[in-house]
């Protein structure tokens, strides 16, 4: 019971990382499930999916294609969806929890839907039990070890990873790729990216990891290609500077590690999603692996200031605590866009 959540909505899961890092990418992408993942997805994680005609498809599985296999009737479906959208650069099965339980192969599935399309496909074996940051990361690694050539380094190229409407809102998105423009650097590889970005990913001089799913990243692509990154966000902006003698932040670790530079501040972060990437940049870092674990560090005498979503603010009961709510889409989705402008709010 220690993963109950009883205030506290669930976390943006694998699967919607995955479906955020493609979602601008010329692909079919196919949730396997029996919708509820897909309107979780389409619903609650997906801000851009609002006014869009990005078509993002169920395979509508079913009991009894849960027991006896439907793989038939998966491709089927496949083929239909290509009806709308003819010539995808490739086709993306995403898991669910319902193919973990029962064991699905999404390999060999990604095999048999090539085989019968003649169009590249990736299967994701995600599960809804990790986070969109791993999602993430396995979306791209997955699009990397596939066209990712032996670029040669390009001066003032650069990559920004991470960059997805799961830690960034539309106004701090256009701010970042303003001040990268601003520095003279040319962006490669963003939040819309290309195979031909992708093909090219290596060339770049520097990657900017401007979240911690863009981190994993990074350190993959230094691993493979050697190629320097810093974890930061150019142009980054904190409204509230008072932060308070004794401050806790509680958001994506990067701009939890940018909102304490900004405000000059000695503050504690804590993070919540992922916990397994390195770095002496990130000593001292705590993690919560669970709503008792946060509610007990927002409520802890050593804080006097709470940074954190509205959500998180909401679980402090001193009312002498200084609130500063910033909104993250990962954990609130839109409740979190009421605060996109830090004010400082009196519980």
Same mark, same amino acid.
């Given at each position: ?28 992408i ?25 078509q993002?498809?169920?395979?509508g ?18 083929r239909k ?12 099965i ?7 339980v ?54 003032? $190229? @650069? ?8 830690? *960034?809102?539309? !106004?701090? #998105?256009?701010?970042?790729?303003? &001040? =990268?423009?601003?520095?003279?650097s ?84 804590? $993070? @919540?999603?992922?916990?397994s990437?390195?770095?002496?940049? *990130?000593?001292? !870092?705590? #993690?919560?692996?669970?709503?008792? &674990? =946060? ?23 001193d ?29």
């Amino acid at each position: 019971m220690a993963k109950l959540c009883v205030y506290l909505p669930p976390f943006a899961p694998d699967y919607s990382g995955v479906c955020s890092a493609l979602f601008e990418m010329n692909a079919l992408i196919m949730i396997h499930d029996a919708s509820g993942c897909t309107g979780n997805y389409t619903g609650f994680d997906e801000p851009r999916w609002y006014g869009s005609v990005k078509q993002i498809y169920c395979s509508g599985l079913r009991k009894n294609d849960a027991i006896s296999g439907g793989e038939s009737k998966f491709i089927d479906r496949i083929r239909k969806a290509l009806t709308d959208n003819p010539e995808p650069d490739f086709i993306a099965i995403v898991g669910s929890p319902v193919p973990m339980v029962i064991g699905t192969d999404f390999v060999g599935l990604a095999q048999e839907v090539q085989s019968a399309t003649g169009v590249t496909t990736f299967g994701f074996p995600t599960n809804g039990t990790k986070y969109y940051t791993d999602g993430y990361f396995l979306a791209l690694k997955k699009l990397i070890d596939r066209y990712a050539e032996p670029y040669p380094c390009q001066p003032g $190229v @650069v990559n920004i990873l991470g960059a997805t409407p799961l830690d *960034f809102w539309q !106004d701090e #998105y256009k701010r970042l790729i303003g &001040a =990268v423009a601003a520095d003279g650097s040319t962006v490669n590889f963003t939040l819309t990216g290309e195979i031909a970005q992708i093909r090219k990913i290596a060339g770049a001089a520097l990657n900017y990891a401007v979240s911690e799913s863009g981190l994993m990243v990074a350190r993959y692509l230094h691993e493979r290609f050697g190629t320097p990154y810093k974890a930061e966000i150019p142009g980054f902006l904190f409204d509230e500077r008072f932060v308070g003698t004794n401050a806790l932040i509680i958001a994506d670790r990067v701009k939890a590690h940018e909102i304490r530079r900004a405000t000059g501040s000695n503050a504690t972060i804590a $993070v @919540v999603f992922n916990n397994s990437v390195p770095g002496s940049q *990130f000593a001292g !870092d705590i #993690y919560l692996p669970d709503e008792a &674990a =946060v509610i007990k560090e927002v409520n802890s005498p050593k804080y006097d200031t709470i940074i954190a979503d509205p959500l998180i603010c909401a679980l402090v009961r001193d009312a002498n605590k200084t609130l500063i709510p910033v909104g993250h889409y990962a954990v609130s989705g839109k409740q979190g866009q009421k605060t996109i402008k830090s004010e400082v709010n009196q519980k």
